[in-house]
Every structure is written in structure tokens, then in C-alpha cells.
């Protein structure tokens, strides 16, 4: 292919994926094929020699899309939300165009600069105590991670350095083998400190933990992987309060706030304790320059080496929605959140199982585990809406959450509706069967 092709194939890929995402709710939103049903629709073994793009374009639908499950759907409802937006999309394609692998400084200045300075826009916009910013005196600063995941790795592993420093600055005698195995992690039962975890959206106390971490010379973590993106509203940021006390603190723009995946916010108050950490300096990486607010080597502040230019997702995305139309989102989210509650509410078979903060409700029928298992299951097996079921407190329960960017109170509506109507259904041979039981 060369540049006057990928001009031509460039403008059709452009027009796929509008009509993709323009018609997205008149797919279905969860796909019918069984384990292994690729294989059998594509070639043993890598084509010897070259084929077409319309070759290549016609399995688009063909073999691709039967398989994929459509996240952006408003009919999605599942896990958290997958951000997407055409300003992302649009800075991705030109991530790709550049190319670079940013992994220092001198590797590609603007891949650097730009990611420094947009972590400090974030850190502005949810209002983050200055230390976390780069652009204080240099000692703070933000990375992207690929994943939350990998954010929280990164500080078990520099809190790990951390503590064996000081501890063998203390008492010399001690090698690295005596004070690692003497180290402790202490979590809850959904992590580490959490804003927003996974099953129901709940919040730790960071005003109780944070100032017994600090006492301790522990070092604390907050993951607020997917409710981080609320707080760029400001009745929302007092459930940061406490973020002071950290660490560390990281957040899913790729979650919540219209950047495609992956782009996982990451800020430390010392970026000594990172570089600490993973500093690593073969002689083909030295560019003789000191880590400072200026100049960044981010291979140092992560577990790989390379590093895609994610910042210009950021910055599209920032600039061409501003701080109010990303409010906006986040707020539309939270009402159609409270209008399904409300629906919930109403229905006296089922209950609220945790607080409603974000755009999360959960959720079930008033009964057993076995009952609520198939209600969800005869959800799934419609396919008209998609939803996952998390344990609270050993109770089973559907978690319903807000999630496409195009979702709006109408596919709310029907989406209940549908629950309703497929919970009636159930209770009726429910019912029936266990009045069976009882008869024999
Ligand atoms: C989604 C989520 C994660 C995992 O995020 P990744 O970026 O996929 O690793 C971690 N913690 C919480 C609280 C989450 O909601």
C-alpha cells in the first residue's frame, strides 16, 4: 500500500467506523458464536503472497464482527464503562502515524512534554493537591499507564524499594532477603485503597486511612480507577478528600472520560520513589541529563521499555470537549444511574443492594442466589441488553451499569421494561416448580 491508497482506504476506514458507531444500537449487543468459532472461517496459516485490502476489508464483517461484543452500544450495561469518543480516535490514528516509542526525553520530546503537561491539566481539573504536579517544583508528576492494574503494581513494587532503603538505612546489618520477607501489603478485600471498586462503586475512607498510613510510613495507593473521572465535577470531588495522605493516585480516563483504551492516569508526589525503583541506564539509553520537572524518562517511571504517544488522545479529547462538556458526560451518566434506581425502587420484588453514587446500580430480586442467577441468565440468553453479576456479602447480585457516551433515558426505560418483563416470566415457573417440589 502506498500513501495514495492509504489516502483512498484511509477515508473508507474513516466512513466503516462512523456508520459502525452511528448504527451501533441495531446490532445485537452481545454476539451468538461458541468457543472457537473463528478458526474455521480463516486460513491454517499466514497467506504467502500479498492480498488486497478489499480482501482484507470484506472479512470485516464476515469474520470480525460476528464475534464482537459492542461496548459502545446503549444497550451495553455491563462491567464499567469503555471510553470512546470520535475526537480520541482521531488522535490514535495519529499516535499511529507518528510512531514513535517514547521511552526517553531525547526519544521524542513532544511524546514527553505533552504527557507531563496533560497529567498536570488532569490533576487541575479533579483538583489534586499541587505536589502531585509536575509542574510544582518538578519533584511530583503523572505518567499513563496502560491499565489501573499496572499503576498499582508499580507502587507495590516502589513502595517495596522504598521501605527496604530505609529499613537497611536503620539497621545495616539486615540484607534485602531478611527485609523482604518481612514486608507486609495490607488490603481490603477489594484491593488496596479504593475510590469506586469494582462490584458496587464503594468508597474507603481515605481521612481515616490516610493519616494512619502517614504515621506508619506506609506507603498508600488509591486506586479510583473508574469513579477518578468524576471528580472533574465538583460536587463530586469531596469523595477524593483525603487524596493529601497518598502516595500515589491513579485513574481511567479510558474508563469514564472519553479516551479510548488504554490510558490510565498514574501521579506520584516523589518522582524519586519511582525512578528509585526501575531506573535502568545501559549506555545506548544516557542521554546525560538529570530527571527533573523539565526532562523525563518515563521507561523509568513504568514496567516496559517502549511507550505509545497516548498524550494526544488526552489533549484532543481535553480541548475539543473542554472541562464542561466532559461535566456534561459524567453528569448524564449519574442521572440515567438514579432514573433505573428509581424504576428499581418501584418494583417491590426487587431491592437496592448498595448505595447509588456514580453509574452504577446494583441490584436483584428479593429471594435466593439461585433465582437472581436466572434472572440474569435469561437476560444474557435475550440479548437485548448485556449485563455481569457481581458477590456482595455472598449475595448474588446484577450490577446495571451506565456506559456508552450515545446511551440516553429512553434505552433506560426499555431496558428495564425488559428486566421486568423477563423476572415476571420467571416467577411465574419459578413459582411453579418449587409448588412441584413441595407437592412430591
Ligand atoms: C476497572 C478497575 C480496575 C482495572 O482497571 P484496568 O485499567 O483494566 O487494569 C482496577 N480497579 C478498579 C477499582 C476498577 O474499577
Partial sequence: MDAAEFRKRGKEMVDYIADYLEKIDERQVFPDVEPGYLRPLIADCAPQNPETF???????????MPGVTHWHSPYFFAYFPAASSFPALLADMLCGGIGCVGFSWAASPACTELETVMLDWLGKMINLPEEFLAGKDGHGGGVIQGSASEATLISLLAARTKTIRRVQSEKPELTEADI???LVAYASDQFCATLGTTPCCSFDKLLELGPICNKENIWMHIDAAYAGSAFICPEFRHLLNGVEFADSFNFNPHKWLLVNFDCSAMWVKKRSDLTGAFKLEPLYLQHHHQESGLVTDYRHWQIPLGRRFRSLKLWFVLRMYGV????????????????????????????ICAE???????????????????LLKSINAAKKIHL?????????????????????????????????????????????????????
Avoid at 478489499?54 to 470480525?64: A, G, N, T
Avoid at 462538556?325 to 451518566?333: A, F, N, P
Avoid at 434505552?411 to 418483563?421: D, E
Fill in 356 to 374: 447509588v453514587i456514580l453509574g452504577l446500580v446494583c441490584f436483584r430480586l428479593k429471594g435466593s442466589n439461585e433465582l437472581n442467577e436466572a
Fill in 54 to 64: 478489499e480482501d482484507v476489508f470484506k472479512d470485516i464483517e464476515k469474520i470480525i
Fill in 388 to 440: 455481569v453479576p457481581c458477590h456482595l456479602r455472598e449475595k448474588f447480585v446484577l450490577r446495571f451499569a451506565i456506559c456508552s457516551r450515545t446511551v440516553e433515558s429512553t434505552h433506560i426505560k426499555f431496558a428495564w421494561q425488559h428486566i421486568s418483563q423477563l423476572a415476571t416470566d420467571l416467577l411465574k415457573t419459578w413459582e411453579q416448580n418449587h409448588h412441584q417440589q413441595k407437592q412430591q
Fill in 180 to 182: 523482604m520477607g518481612r
Fill in 324 to 351: 464542561t462538556g466532559l461535566q456534561e458526560h459524567i453528569r448524564k451518566h449519574v442521572r440515567l444511574s438514579h432514573q433505573f434506581e428509581h424504576l428499581v425502587r418501584q418494583d417491590e420484588r426487587f431491592e
